[in-house]
Each structure stands twice: as structure tokens, then as C-alpha cells.
């Protein structure tokens, strides 16, 4: 249930589930083999997994990264982070260009962003590592001085900007709806990157104190780039005169030509409603979808199930209670049980 994704993204996260140790196995299979078989990558990010073995697997925890965080934002959702893809399970990405595909976009190319910044600071990638021009200065003014190891997160949005960008090649307005989000995506974690200090001296008196660069968690990312999607901005593409293809975007309908800024979300087209399964939008409908009899909001099984209605499963829940410390030393419990019931739209 990934087909939100472009193929190329789901790719790299099974074979990254799969093969935990797969920087051996690249090495062992060889990157011609690896990088050929990925489906759906474009001639620049083909040559650039070639040349770089090592940062493909990186890549791959990055889409890992991003997908998780995707279910994980949508999961009370219509739209749960999954769309039916044409034909395979690869499928293709989202063609409508909705807030949802620009929300799989942006966190995408965060998650790349923050996987291999992570990456570098912990040594694994051979052409990068902490962030050199924080290392060893002092900031007079603040009185502390850069130490430790600082994120190289520049390294990371470049990394990230040179891989996935490179997918949109499609002289089209999608294609600017698409880096228009994958940077807002990088932006958001460049804007949560955290100071950490330690102090020194006797009993930590702090009379020196060095301070570093380090990631923020990523779910506190998903968390920003949902309000982002919330707030998401329709717009549409402007053609400079006598060229054909679009040049920019600007703010639907708005008076002049005022641009996003550069942390909207951004979309072309308005959302399916996600309630019935279509093809030609990626609706994979709430017919079975799991909701909340009481709640009002969208896990509530009426907004869930779009006014279908929904069926009722009873079941016994069983787990273990009372449970008391006896000398010396085991734990005994006693079984309890309860009616309970689930729902499940229409
Ligand atoms: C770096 O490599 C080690 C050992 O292979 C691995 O355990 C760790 O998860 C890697 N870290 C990142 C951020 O990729
Ligand atoms: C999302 O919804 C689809 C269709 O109802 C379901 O098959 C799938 O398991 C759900 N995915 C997640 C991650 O909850
Ligand atoms: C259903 O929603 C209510 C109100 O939002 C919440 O208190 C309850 O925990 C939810 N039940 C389940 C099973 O998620």
C-alpha cells in the first residue's frame, strides 16, 4: 500500500527493508547491477547511484523515513498515505496534483535531506562529515565556542536537491508543483535545526561553553509539514510570454502575480474526496477502513465512511491484570476480559 509513491521511492525502501546490510551486498552485486534495477529512476539519479554506492543506501532510508512518516500523519485519514497506482505495486505517483502528492514530495525529500546529514555525522559516507565551518570557532559575542560535531546539514539539502530533483524532468507545471514542494520539504528541516551546548569547568560552573548543530527529531518535521498541508496553497502555472512551457507558479487567482512563499505547501488541482475507489484520481476509498464510533473527527466513522454507514464486530479483548510482585521473585496476574466492539466502514 505505498502506491503514493513514485516507483523509484518504493524501490529503495523495500530494498532497503530487505537488505539491512546492503551496503555489503552493493558492494558485492556491484552499483551496475543495483542501479539498473531500480525502476523508475531518471538518467541523472541512475549516473549519480552509479557513482555513489554507499549514499544509495542512505537514499533508501531516507524514502524508508519519509513513507513511515507519511502513514504515521495520515493514518486517521480518508486518504491514508496510499492510492491505487495502475498496475503493478510499484504503481505511479499521484497524478493528481493535490495537496496529498505535494505532502508525499516535500516529505520525501526531507527525509533524503535528513538521512544522509545523519549519515555524515556519524561517518558513514565517504565524501562528507561534520560541518567544517563549525568547528573550532568562537561566537565572541555569545561566549561559547563551536565543538563537537556539528550536522552538515548543507550537505544533506544539496544531496538531496541533486537526487530527487532530478526525477522531474517533464517540462510541465507538475514538474514546478514538484520542486516547489520538495524544497519547502528540505526548508522546514534547515529551519529545525537545533543549538545544543554542554558547559565546562570546575563542577560545571560553565566558564567555557561549546555548542553544535545537531538534527531535530524527524516526527517533529512530519508534524510541521502537516500544518504546511493544512495550509496549503492553490496555485497556478504562468507562462513568460512566447515561451511555451511554464515558467513560475503564482497564488490562484490572486491580484498580480503573488508567489508562494518558500515554505507552502503547493497544489494544482483540488482533492479527490477519497471516498470511493478510483483509478484515474489514486483513490483507494474507506470501503474497509477501520474508524471511531464516536469520534467527530476524520476517524469518526461517519466522516470516515463518507455516510455509507459502517458494520459492527464484536469481539473479546484479553489481557493480563492485577498483576502482584510476590518474595522472591515472580510477578502472578489474573486474566481479564472485556466486550468490545470495532467498526469498519461500508
Ligand atoms: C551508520 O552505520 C552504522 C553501521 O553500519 C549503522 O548502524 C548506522 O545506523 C548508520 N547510521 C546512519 C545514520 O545511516
Ligand atoms: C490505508 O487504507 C487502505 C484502503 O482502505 C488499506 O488497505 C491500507 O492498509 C491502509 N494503509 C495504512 C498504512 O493504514
Ligand atoms: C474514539 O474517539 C474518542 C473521542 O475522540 C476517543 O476518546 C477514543 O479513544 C477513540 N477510540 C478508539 C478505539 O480509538
Known sequence: ???????????????????????SSVVALGANII?????????????????????????????????????????????????????TVFGQELRVGSREAAFTYAITAAGVAYAVTAACSQGNLSQCGCDREKQGYHEQEEGWKWGGCSADVKYGVEFSRRFVDAREIKKNARRLMNLHNNEAGRKVLEERMKLECKCHGVSGSCTTKTCWI??????????????????????EPVRASRLRQPSFLRIKESRGFQKPTDTDLVYLERSPNYCEE????????????LCNGTSAHSDGCNVMCCGRGYNTHHYTR?????????WCCFVKCNTCSEKSEAFTCK
Not at 518535521?221 to 496553497?233: F, H, P, T
Open 35 to 87: 542501479c539498473n534495477k531500480i525502476p523508475g529512476l531518471a538518467p541523472r539519479q541512475r549516473a549519480l547511484c552509479q557513482n555513489r554506492p554507499d549514499a544509495i543506501i542512505v537514499i533508501g532510508e531516507g524514502a524508508q523515513l519519509g513513507i513511515n512518516e507519511c502513514q504515521h500523519q495520515f493514518r486517521y485519514g480518508r486518504w491514508n498515505c496510499s492510492a491505487l497506482g495502475e498496475r
Open 1 to 23: 500500500p505505498l502506491y503514493s509513491f513514485h516507483e523509484w521511492q518504493v524501490w529503495l525502501y523495500c530494498f532497503y527493508q530487505n537488505t539491512l546490510q546492503a551496503l
Open 214 to 235: 545537531t538534527l531535530p527529531k524527524f516526527r517533529e518535521i512530519g508534524y510541521l509539514l502537516k500544518e504546511r498541508y493544512s495550509d496549503a496553497v492553490q496555485v
Open 318 to 326: 484479553v489481557w493480563q491484570c492485577h498483576c502482584k510482585f510476590h
Open 278 to 289: 478510483d483509478t484515474i484520481t489514486g483513490s483507494t476509498g474507506t470501503k474497509g477502513r
